[in-house]
């Protein structure tokens, strides 16, 4: 049982030496104290996996070389692990969340939450069956200044959403010289069946699309896509660009490609409505561009002045002082810890937001593979 008066024991999934992205979350999930990890399998190696678990902090005796023993060990033990986060490639998602739902333990899984609607489904089904938690690692909502973003919508300061533009746009496979990679460090993401159905949009294309919903507070109900690969002789797709209808009747388009030279990692979301307009950029993560109809415009900052309390509940440190990617990710693991110790987490991404994600995908493709007619985002 979780009470949270003592840190959660976490095992990981995936993120070994040399990983970015495994680096960020042990990180995260250490910085408030609310989480301990004591297990892991760092690598699809076993020899690796054990050897070089040590290396990133887990116990010598409790590094093990696949996921099915890590579970089958941790359950027979008193202090075994409650909880796991999922950092190993796309394709791996759905069955460890499933053997892992299934032993017992919550989960915090990296996005996608799977590589096709089915199995995204499939997960749900399996938290609701075991009666534990999933989360899913959307981290640019952990943003303090998102979550001013948020509250002002929800307050009607910019009323009636009108327009929503949202665009992530980085140059991580941009050099031409190289359109695959499958034998580089993160060469599964050059493998179409690893990746799943669109890179772009599994990858990063998720991130633009949960932050529009976040934010906005609204459903995009249909697309109209174009998607492809920009970079000859790309097997993956390394550009997406859709035109969007929310519920409510605003109009939308989203912007996503990994193939963008020189550009670092450009994530940007921007709100016209009837009263005003907001804009914020991942790159200044603690700007708030807010343009009011009918007064000058207002810059709100990390902290500042007008801060709403959404907001003011994430701060770490007084105005002025930089908070970035892993305070960010660190607000997702101290939501997810406060869900699995049964208290209120407020605007924790789960495996419903991950659902959402994989309709958005499956009609983008759909559009595309219709030469871009307009597609309803199918819900029941």
């Not at 989960?107 to 749900?124: F, H, M, R, T, Y």
């Not at 190289?178 to 998720?206: A, C, E, N, Y």
């Not at 970035?324 to 990710?329: I, N, T």
Request: aromatic content about 6%; charged content about 25%; proline content about 6%.
């Amino acid at each position: 049982m979780v009470t949270g008066l003592e840190p959660i024991r976490l095992g990981i999934i995936g993120g070994g030496p040399g990983s970015f992205i495994g680096e960020a979350h042990r990180v995260a999930a250490r910085m408030d104290g609310r989480f301990r990890i004591i297990a892991g399998v760092v690598s699809s190696d076993s020899e690796r996996s054990v050897r070089l678990g040590p290396a990133v902090g887990i116990p010598v005796n409790r590094a093990y070389p696949d996921v099915q023993t890590m579970l089958r060990s941790e359950g027979c033990r008193p202090d075994g692990i409650q909880a796991v986060a999922i950092l190993s490639p796309n394709d791996t998602h759905h069955r460890f969340a499933v053997d892992v739902l299934r032993a017992g333990c919550h989960v915090l899984c990296e996005k996608p939450l799977a590589n096709s609607l089915e199995d995204g489904q499939s997960i749900a089904r399996a938290a609701r069956q075991a009666g534990r938690i999933v989360a899913l690692a959307h981290v640019y909502s952990g943003y303090p200044v998102v979550r001013q973003a948020r509250a002002m919508v929800r307050d009607g300061d910019l009323g009636i959403i009108r327009l929503v533009q949202v665009e992530y746009v980085h140059g991580g496979a941009a050099d031409e010289s190289v359109p695959d990679d499958p034998k580089g460090p993160r060469g599964w993401k050059f493998i179409p069946g690893r990746i799943g159905p669109s890179q772009v949009l599994g990858d990063i294309g998720t991130h633009a699309h949960h932050l529009l919903r976040f934010v906005s507070g609204l459903e995009v109900d249909q697309v109209r896509a174009d998607i492809g690969s920009i970079v000859p002789g790309r097997r993956i797709f390394d550009y997406a660009g859709v035109l969007m209808r929310l519920e409510n009747g605003a109009r939308g388009y989203l912007w996503t490609t990994r193939a963008a030279a020189g550009i670092e990692n450009d994530l940007m979301i921007r709100l016209s409505g009837t009263r005003g307009s907001l804009e914020w950029r991942q790159e200044s993560p603690q700007r708030l561009d807010f343009r009011p109809l009918d007064r000058p415009a207002e810059l709100r900052t990390q902290g500042g002045p007008g801060t709403h309390g959404d907001s003011a509940r994430l701060l770490r440190y007084r105005a002025g002082h930089p908070e970035g990617f892993l305070e960010a990710l660190a607000n997702i693991y101290a939501g997810f810890a406060d869900a699995v110790a049964g208290r209120a987490a407020r605007s924790l991404p789960t495996a419903e937001d991950g659902i959402e994600g994989l309709r958005f995908i499956d009609a983008c493709l759909e559009s595309n593979r219709h030469d871009g007619r307009w597609t309803f985002i199918g819900r029941k």
